[in-house]
């Protein structure tokens, strides 16, 4: 399919470990984004890339979290030592960004459980 | 404290009635408006929008009205479908913001045969 693309659809993990999300967006899309969604509420903003640089991560929550876009295209998002709080359903986006407000299309998800 | 309010969790129509799914929001400096919807295990997809400069869209069987006095938007699905059940997430941007939505909690609408 031509869609975003998310990977892994779940992942558990203990309190403490790392993890790393990848999120393979519509291609010639130049703009990514990475929401949250905890249970019951709705997405919430971490990070946007225009091309490789983060243009604006004033979402991401801590300095554990951290995303890197180095070609433009695959974007992977890094927990470092995770808590329980970070269970949620991580979600990457991308648009042509071609015009403000282009619409954003949604992978499926990880969702990421820490126990 | 929430900028974009979807006050109600939960709306359940009749296959065929007209569905009004609600959203309230406080920050004067949004001037665009989205819709999104949700199926389960599924990330969200683009329905709607609206710009600050209009007060409704229309698109097939959605229209969304924007009242600014009243910082309200409503969505209305007429004639609902069965296939329409799902969440529907309001989202904002802001002025000079690229991306950086705002979005609701969410209102699950359950469309009955």
């Known amino acids: 399919g031509a869609g975003v693309s998310q990977t892994p659809s779940n992942k558990v993990t203990e309190k403490g470990k790392y993890v790393e999300l990848r999120c393979d967006p519509i291609s010639g899309h130049t703009a990514l984004y990475w929401y949250r969604q905890s249970l019951g509420q709705g997405p919430e903003f971490l990070i946007y890339f225009q091309g490789t640089g983060a243009a604006d991560d004033s979402g991401l929550p801590n300095d554990r979290f951290f995303a890197v876009r180095p070609e433009g295209s695959v974007s992977t998002l890094k927990i470092q030592r995770t808590e329980r709080g970070d269970s949620a359903v991580y979600l990457c986006a991308s648009s042509p960004q071609t015009v403000r407000n282009s619409p954003l299309h949604f992978g499926n998800g990880t969702r990421l459980t820490v126990t | 404290d929430q900028q974009v309010k979807q006050n109600s969790p939960s709306l359940s129509v009749q296959e065929g009635r007209i569905s009004i799914l609600n959203c309230d929001y406080t920050n004067s400096m949004f001037d665009y408006f989205l819709w999104y919807k949700k199926y389960p295990a599924e990330g969200p997809t683009f329905l709607i929008s609206?710009?600050?400069?209009?007060d409704k869209n229309e698109d097939g069987r959605f229209t969304v009205f924007l009242n600014k006095s009243a910082k309200h938007l409503s969505l209305h699905i007429v004639p609902s479908q069965p296939g329409d059940s799902a969440v529907y997430f309001c989202?904002?941007?802001?002025?000079?913001?690229?991306?950086?939505?705002?979005f609701g909690k969410g209102t699950k609408l359950s469309v009955k045969p």
């Open positions: 989202a904002a941007s802001g002025r000079g913001s690229q991306g950086n939505l705002i």
């Open positions: 609206i710009s600050s400069i209009k």
